[in-house]
């Protein structure tokens, strides 16, 4: 049937419906209505003409399965089930295909399985296409271990059948088994050498191991099938960006097609890129300008790019503004509290730096995987509550930051000073005994430069000046990633 005819159809359908009457359509013409609709991705009369084919023809079973399939998008799989249970006739592809999705999404993979065994024993001429239609259902929802083995079931049957393989792999990557997506992958390739998306899939795996030099080389590939490719030429900036060739990570950026609207997602990694170049002047006009198209940044790394290229630059006011503007964005980001903490610091307000510590240890104390660099602020800001005499409160944070001494193994000579500040010396006796000889030696090179005595008697000497603990902190590449 032509498009003239469907668009005739269609407004008599409409005339008709305006002015509350029926139009009798044959169920062919119900068919030929709505798969016009399904190429078109309108569904705006969908349903209307179902439940009139429904009326007119309540026994077809090709009319009967499309409800069944508007229930399961509903994600009402029971009613669907239920009425394809009731239809005589579903030996039939779409039947077939309905009932195995259903059985899946009703945690009744088993009878999927079975389902599709009966099926294999009577040599179904469409088993095929079910597994076609079914895997990357499954691959979509959350039964990667489901979809791996409907995947490998269907591909036991058909080993050359190009939309399970695909499948495979993108369960594979999914699962993280990596080299075996890898191997499906260029197997994939080997059938088509000139595929896009194949080979932006294969630098997308190879950057996941990461192996960024073969990464490079797949999305070079892929950029070759499609000089746009979008996706392969952000991907292979941010390879260049991981294998620490900045230069040519800038480059790649400035390839990669499409306006500052389309980019934004790229700026951060390309002023990322400027940082590590120590391009401060680039840094600072690729961020400032992002800011103020979008009036915030994507995450705190980036903030913290800002910050440190502002302050490189001088512009100290700026920065300040960044970090509360960071902080308000980001108020749980250990990195943020932490520059917040040294800029109290630096105005030596105990009140807030306690306000803060408590915020971060609170943040510390939920995370999984903690890092030394993750609390090194907070053992600063327990030093200079030390030096200005808040001694209890400072010997209270240590206590907090005992929960980390495998990360942190000097926070037991950090406590013993406190305690002989504080004159007692039966617990200084207690975690300065708790020091191997190495340790102490360490901690004594490291904090003092000569021995003990010297934390008394020339106590804030040793520490980084306020001002420049802000700096201190941003060039620590692990306080920006």
């Not at 300040?320 to 964005?329: N, S």
């Not at 903690?370 to 240590?398: H, Q, R, S, T």
């Not at 520490?463 to 902190?473: G, R």
């Amino acid at each position: 049937m032509g498009k003239d005819e469907i668009k005739r159809l269609l407004q008599l359908y409409l005339s008709n419906h305006r002015k509350g009457k029926d139009t009798y359509f044959d169920s062919n013409e119900i068919e030929e209505l709505l798969d016009n609709f399904e190429n078109e991705e309108d569904y705006t009369y969908y349903d209307d003409i179902l439940e009139l084919g429904l009326k007119l023809h309540p026994e077809d079973s090709g009319l009967l399965i499309r409800k069944c399939k508007v229930y399961i998008y509903h994600e009402d799989y029971e009613n669907a089930l239920t009425l394809l249970n009731s239809i005589s006739d579903t030996e039939n592809e779409d039947g077939d295909a309905v009932r195995v999705e259903c059985y899946c999404m009703l945690d009744g993979y088993e009878k999927a399985v079975n389902y599709i065994e009966q099926l294999e024993k009577k040599k179904c001429d469409y088993l095929e296409g079910i597994f076609e239609d079914i895997a990357p259902l499954l691959n979509d929802s959350d039964m990667e271990d489901e979809a791996n083995d409907f995947i490998r079931r269907g591909l036991k049957q058909f080993p050359d059948n190009i939309i399970l393989m695909e499948e495979l792999c993108y369960n594979l990557e999914n699962k993280g088994e990596l080299d075996e997506a890898i191997q499906i992958c260029n197997k994939l390739i080997d059938i088509n050498p000139y595929s896009y998306d194949y080979w932006f899939l294969l630098g997308r795996l190879y950057s996941s191991i990461p192996n960024y030099d073969k990464a490079i080389e797949a999305l070079d590939f892929a950029i070759t099938c499609d000089n746009i490719g979008v996706e392969a030429k952000s991907l292979k900036a941010y390879c260049l960006y991981m294998n620490e060739n900045y230069q040519k990570a800038i480059e790649a950026f400035n390839e990669i097609p499409g306006d500052e609207n389309e980019k934004f997602h790229d700026i951060p990694w390309q002023a990322s890129c400027y940082i590590k170049l120590e391009d401060y002047e680039n840094t600072y006009k690729l961020l400032h300008e992002l800011f103020e198209k979008r009036g915030r940044l994507d995450k705190p790394s980036t903030y913290i790019n800002y910050m440190r290229s502002c302050l490189e630059l001088g512009k100290e006011d700026e920065a300040h503004q960044m970090l509360l503007k960071a902080a308000e964005h980001f108020p749980n980001d250990i990195h943020i509290l932490s520059l917040m903490i040294l800029d109290y610091l630096k105005n030596n307000d105990s009140s807030k730096i306690m306000e803060i510590s408590e915020q971060l240890f609170g943040v510390l104390e939920s995370m999984k995987d903690k890092k030394p660099g993750d609390i090194k602020l907070l053992m600063m800001a327990a030093e200079f509550l030390c030096v200005k005499g808040k001694v209890n409160k400072a010997i209270e944070y240590y206590h907090k930051i005992l929960d980390f001494k495998e990360e942190v193994p000097n926070v037991f000579f950090q406590l013993a000073i406190a305690y002989l500040i504080k004159g007692d010396m039966e617990h200084f006796d207690e975690y300065f005994m708790k020091l191997s000889p190495d340790e102490l030696l360490d901690c004594l090179e490291k904090h003092f430069g000569i021995d003990v005595t010297s934390i008394i008697n020339e106590d804030i000497d040793k520490h980084i000046p306020p001002e420049d603990l802000v700096k201190e902190f941003l060039n620590n590449k692990d306080n920006n990633n």
